[in-house]
């Protein structure tokens, strides 16, 4: 059930709830519905459907489906005892943690994406897809990746070199400019504006920030270019950062995911498309430098000591505000490269619709060794991929969809690869691709799970958790679901899907609905991006439990997928978005009963729109609830109606170059519900509330089915 939340006194939109009488097509396992019967229909767990035994020679567990006439549960049933024991298995087998005794995994040599290492890799992926019988096959992009030139980026104080970084932050602007210093914190709105009430003049400045995993480095630049800055300094202080000083920093600064020449389409071939850039490449110069390097920079630097809040851990440093004291230049000399760079996929097809696929995807370049940004990641996509293949192959697995695993590459430029992938293949992808399983960072410490997920995925997220023991702490005895969830499931567990997660671009930009999911600890893992990300220092954060968390975590990926390929009717809960939209319309509602430059404009026709898609919802839950879920083309019906939600909760009113992430809900843009609560300009905002009302409107016409059955009240 929901809450309703009553929007206004003279709207009463909601509560119209007319039922519908239509069918749900011609399907002849249609059965109207008793209506004294409504809360009597149940279904049999999936759980009683497997018999489990015991292996004698591999200690491998298989199972039997016993038969297809049983009803599915929609909500709660517990699932494939066997596919935890097999990955329990697969994952503690080798002497060390993912020692999996595949070279693509040994790390050896450089896998910064396009590299020599990176082929290796992608060909080693490739090839144990084609041991496992997945059908692999490579995508290949031609992307625009920046990379340091022969001439080093440098850093000089009163034209003396304090700085001669190897690191480099990629798609920074080039060129050389010079300013005075000044400190601005981490760069995020609230210490501008504190800079700002203090009178301090960033227009033409170097501004120093420290780097933060709360706030991405390109959304730093991006808060500060738009101050006037002239370049943006980045350093780890010692107080987010607990390692040597002298440690360099990667990363890029391009505010949106994929090639940021080639905005809203594919990069096959960069000669056939006009030059473009995105309007998230910044306009001034970025670099990153080390703390020792900001140290002697600051040392130097006048004007008043910061606030409390903005001093670090440079202990032989006293923190002012700058503005005075010293002129800093900054020349960064980074170039194009055009890169020839690999997506690697497999795919485990699907016995009733292969058409329909689930794709779990991990990046395998990165800046330094990657331990915990990109090795943990691939083999969880490796022993995921062998673990169902052997499921299928020996033990009589068949799942009714497809898995896709992939392999992404150029993931430290911002999701290349994978957004790539999603602009060439946009139209192929849409109500195929239902669901995105992202194994990016699944671990990085042992105190805490958390997830960022598109709505339709949380049910089935905390169902799964509560069949996954818990790996945090020593009481191993309860569910991973009990260790985390506290009193409130959602406000303990899930975090906003920030631009830089790897499943951003396919919630946001292609409307699939992603999750992301990992093992943190209290502090943000300080090592992404420097050559500390090794198997050592993820030991430590992890305080020695890697194995477990990263199995459970392998757990929670694989049984969400198992689940989604494997039940009649997709486990995508579509009325987890009811609150979401509510709560966005009730703000909106009364900013425009409140603002001055809102005088006439009225939310009723959203709030209709609203109220439709709540009945389209409960009349998809009573025609799930009417069907034989036995019948194949009854099923497809209903499926094809819960997966065109996400896809229709993107905007058709603005282009995939200018705006990608088009997403109403989760996007960036003028066309958001949050847009709405920004702007001033009457005529745009009457535009807005019109666009994103048919938006919602056309997302719930899509989901009340065929056009006979819309409840189209506007």
């Known amino acids: 059930g929901h809450v309703e939340v009553k929007l206004s006194d003279d709207v009463t939109d909601d509560q ?32 009683a459907l497997f018999i489990f035994v015991i292996g004698t020679r591999s200690s491998l567990f298989s199972f039997r489906i016993l038969g297809d006439t049983w009803h599915v549960l929609l909500h709660g049933f517990v699932l494939m005892t066997k596919f935890v024991e097999f990955l329990h298995f697969r994952l503690k087998k080798a002497k060390q943690p993912f020692d999996v005794k595949i070279s693509c995994l040994q790390f050896q040599y450089d896998q910064t994406a396009g590299s020599d290492g990176d082929v290796i890799l992608a060909n080693n992926v490739f090839n144990n897809f084609k041991i496992w019988e997945m059908n692999p096959w490579t995508d290949v992009h031609y992307v625009q990746l920046q990379k340091p030139d022969r001439y080093p980026n440098r850093v000089l104080m009163d034209q003396v070199v304090v700085g001669q970084p190897k690191a480099y932050l990629a798609y920074s602007a080039t060129g050389k400019v010079q300013g005075t210093a000044v400190y601005g914190n981490y760069g995020r709105k609230e210490d501008l504006e504190i800079l700002t009430n203090l009178n301090i003049e960033l227009n033409g400045t170097v501004i120093l920030l420290r780097a933060s995993g709360q706030i991405s480095l390109a959304q730093q630049v991006a808060n500060v270019a738009e101050m006037g800055v002239s370049a943006v300094l980045i350093y780890p202080d010692p107080d987010d950062y607990k390692f040597d000083r002298n440690t360099e920093l990667y990363g890029h600064v391009h505010l949106g995911s994929g090639d940021p020449y080639t905005p809203g389409f594919p990069s096959f071939n960069h000669t056939q498309f006009p030059p473009t850039e995105s309007s998230g490449l910044p306009t001034v110069l970025a670099q990153s430098i080390t703390a020792a390097t900001a140290a002697q920079i600051m040392k130097a630097m006048g004007g008043a000591n910061v606030p409390s ?56 370049d990165s800046w330094g060794p990657g331990f915990a940004k990109a090795m943990v990641g691939t083999t969880l996509l490796m022993e995921l991929a062998r673990s169902v293949y052997e499921m299928v192959e020996k033990d009589g697995f068949r799942p009714r969809r497809s898995m896709v695993f ?35 960072g699944v671990v990085t410490g042992h105190g805490a799970f958390k997830a960022s997920a598109s709505p ?82 993820l030991g430590v954060t992890t ?66 729109a609203r109220g ?25 019906k209903i499926n094809e109606r819960i997966m065109r939600v996400e896809h229709n909760l993107l905007s058709p009113f603005v282009s995939p170059k200018d705006v990608p992430f088009r997403h109403v809900l989760f996007g960036h843009g003028s066309h958001t519900l949050d847009a709405m609560l920004e702007g001033t300009d009457k005529d745009v905002l009457r535009t807005q509330l019109a666009l994103t009302t048919w938006t919602l409107q056309g997302c719930a016409n899509a989901l009340a089915g065929d056009i006979w059955e819309l409840d189209n009240q506007i």
């Open 406 to 440: 992939a392999s992404w590459s150029a993931g430290e430029f911002g999701s290349v690869g994978a957004t790539e992938w999603l602009e060439g293949y946009m139209s192929s992808l849409d109500r195929r691709a239902f669901t995105y399983i992202s194994l990016d």
């Open 456 to 537: 339709l995925l949380v049910s089935l997220l905390a169902t799964t958790m509560q069949e996954v023991k818990n790996p945090i702490g020593s009481d191993m005895s309860k569910s991973l679901y009990d260790k985390v969830s506290g009193a409130n499931f959602e406000a303990s567990v899930l975090e906003p899907m920030q631009m830089e997660d790897a499943a951003y671009p396919f919630l946001a930009f292609s409307g699939i609905p992603s999750i992301s999911l990992r093992f943190v600890s209290r502090d943000v893992y300080p090592y992404y991006g420097t050559a500390l990300d090794n198997i050592d220092h």
């Open 612 to 636: 439709s898609y709540i009945r389209a919802t409960s009349d998809l839950n009573e025609d799930i609830q009417n069907t034989d879920l036995t019948d194949s083309l009854a099923c497809h």
């Open 309 to 364: 809040s903005f001093r670090g851990g440079l202990d032989d440093v006293t923190y002012r505000i700058g503005g005075a004291g010293v002129n800093v230049t900054v020349e960064v000399n980074n170039v194009l490269q055009n890169t020839e760079i690999h997506n690697v996929f497999g795919v485990i097809k699907g016995f009733v619709e292969p058409d329909h696929y689930v794709v779990l995807g991990a990046q395998r």
């Open 543 to 608: 305080n020695q439990r890697l194995d477990s968390l990263a199995t459970a975590a392998g757990l929670v990926a694989g049984q969400m997928a198992l689940r989604l390929v494997h039940d009649h009717v997709l486990s995508l809960d579509v009325r987890s978005y009811i609150t979401p939209i509510s709560q966005a319309v009730v703000k909106i509602n009364k900013r425009l009963k409140q603002g001055r430059s809102a005088e006439g404009l009225s939310a009723n026709w959203l709030i209709m």
């Open 16 to 47: 119209a709830g007319a039922e519908q009488t239509g069918q749900p097509g011609d399907s002849p396992s249609y059965r109207p519905r008793p209506r004294q019967e409504y809360r009597r229909i149940c279904y049999l767990a999936l759980g």
